[in-house]
């Protein structure tokens, strides 16, 4: 179990639908959620791709959100302008959250040091640009890798070029790269098995709707979960058909700990809080007033609530038995009376 609560990261994308006030607006949304982190990424379409209007820089017709769309179309709708960066950190530095991105390119990662950017995440199509992450690794700065669509080798290829270039904090983020992503495409159980490959935390970067799967992820060790976000889904946007509304964020905050604060220790019997409970475990008592000298029946001792007469399998040995003493209703069943 880690020993804090999970980290909550809001991702922006391109929800801010083109307004920089809107942006601002989904920074305090997430800070009022009591998510720790806003994520952007830090891009335009001419650092990400080029303008070609060929079918190999174009989405397949049947996806499910963006298809058909030219690449470069895309990104120019979706990206946060240069100039948005610092209002954005700016205003999360005032609500108490944290702001850092994605770069795509060494011009990113300049511009984000020039903002003190307090980390980098490498996103999941860009696992395997080693020089992007060696760049990001030498700032010193925190790494958070996503995996989607990645093997065990590249992922480790991914991780040992950060290593390589200074990087010691190192998370990496089981993730689906698929937008919105099916729940039975997500396979959480490999968290553990990451986790045990590589040595190092681990968290889920999740595209499918709602908190359930995030929240099954703690249980199976997640340490980050990375959320996108919007104000309304029903407000459109790039990634808004499987962002989180302020209030599904909020919850998944409150309910991610909850899971987290559950999955306590290994440690089978009674805890601290059950202690109480256990003084109303089934005991044998007297039930009707007795004499001296009357016999134990099933009418006059019986296994009920609360503890502090024999165990209830004693009552095939005190059957028949004589009582020695009086003994009034509601009196412990002791060997002592019989």
């Known amino acids: ?58 989405l397949s017709a049947g996806h499910e959100l963006w298809g058909g769309e030219y690449l470069y179309d895309l990104y120019t709708r979706a990206h946060t302008p240069w100039d948005w960066h610092a209002p954005i950190f700016e205003r999360a530095r005032e609500r108490g959250i944290e702001a850092f991105s994605s770069p795509f390119d060494p011009t990113a990662v ?10 980098y995440k490498i996103a999941s199509s860009e696992i395997t640009d080693l ?9 010193g700065k925190p790494i958070i890798i996503s995996t989607g669509m990645a093997t065990l080798r590249e992922i480790t290829a991914a991780v040992d070029a950060a290593r390589g270039a200074g990087a010691t904090d190192i998370t990496v983020l089981s993730c689906t790269a698929s937008y919105p992503a099916p729940p039975e495409s997500t ?20 595209h499918t709707l709602g908190i359930g799967v995030p929240i099954a992820a703690v249980a199976l060790g997640a340490v980050l979960i990375e959320k996108h976000v919007t104000l309304d889904r029903a407000d ?46 089934r005991s044998l008592y007297v039930v009707t007033d007795v004499k001296a000298g ?26 028949g038995r004589v009582f020695r003493t009086d003994a009034a209703k509601g009196t412990p069943l002791t060997w002592d009376l019989i």
Not at 110 to 119: H, Q, S, V, W
Not at 131 to 139: F, V
Not at 261 to 266: M, N, S, V
């Open 131 to 139: 020089p992007l992450i060696r760049l990001c690794a030498s700032t």
């Open 294 to 319: 009357e016999p134990v029946t099933e009418a006059n001792v019986r296994s009920i609530r609360p503890t502090g007469g024999l165990e209830p399998d004693a009552i095939g040995q005190v059957l």
């Open 1 to 58: 179990m880690s020993r804090t609560k999970p980290y909550i990261v809001a991702e922006m994308s391109g929800n801010h639908n083109g307004s920089l006030d809107r942006a601002l607006q989904l920074v305090d949304a997430a800070a009022d959620a009591g998510a720790d982190a806003i994520k952007i990424q830090t891009y335009t379409a001419d650092t990400l791709t080029v303008d070609v209007r060929h079918p190999r820089f174009q």
């Open 236 to 281: 459109g946007g790039v990634d808004s058909a499987f962002s989180l509304d302020p209030g599904e964020l909020a919850a998944l905050v409150v309910e991610s700990e909850r899971a987290w604060q559950a999955l306590g220790t290994t440690a089978i019997g009674p805890t601290e809080a059950e202690k109480e409970g256990l003084r109303f475990r």
């Open 187 to 206: 396979n959480l159980r490999r968290i553990p098995v990451l986790a045990e490959a590589l040595r190092l935390p681990i968290g889920l970067s999740d």
């Open 110 to 119: 300049e511009l984000l040091e020039k903002l003190d950017a307090p980390r």
